[in-house]
């Protein structure tokens, strides 16, 4: 097996950060790695007045987490990624900083939630 690393400098920008994420999913997908390691908040990097806003659900149908699941398919390459997970609505805009490895078939083999206290 061949692993890959990627690394971003995530912003506030979701769509910039998605495309980035993306092009280093189908370039480690091009050099024969079968899984790559993307780092933690990959999905963006903001205040925290911002968070609450930015993060998202992870089966939110369109949203961060499924554009790199169909981007893991159509590269058939793993994906270890880390991201804000939007929390419960009668959580006061917490958020959790998940960790979540997404085999290219689609299923989350691993979630691991950390509470982000804001």
Request: charge should be positive; aromatic fraction near 6%.
């Amino acid at each position: 097996m061949l692993a890959a690393v990627g690394q971003l400098c995530s912003t506030s920008n979701l769509s910039r950060n998605l495309k980035i994420a993306q092009n280093l999913i189908k370039r480690a997908a091009a050099a024969k790695a079968n899984l790559i390691f993307l780092p933690e908040a990959t999905d963006f990097i903001a205040p925290a007045d911002q968070v609450k806003h930015l993060s998202q659900a992870l089966d939110q149908p369109g949203g961060f987490v499924d554009s790199i699941r169909k981007q893991a398919r159509e590269s058939a390459c793993w994906v270890n990624i880390g991201v804000h997970e939007k929390g419960p609505e009668g959580d006061k805009g917490k958020c959790y900083n998940t960790n979540l490895v997404r085999q290219f078939i689609a299923y989350v083999l691993l979630s691991n939630e950390l509470i982000r206290l804001l």
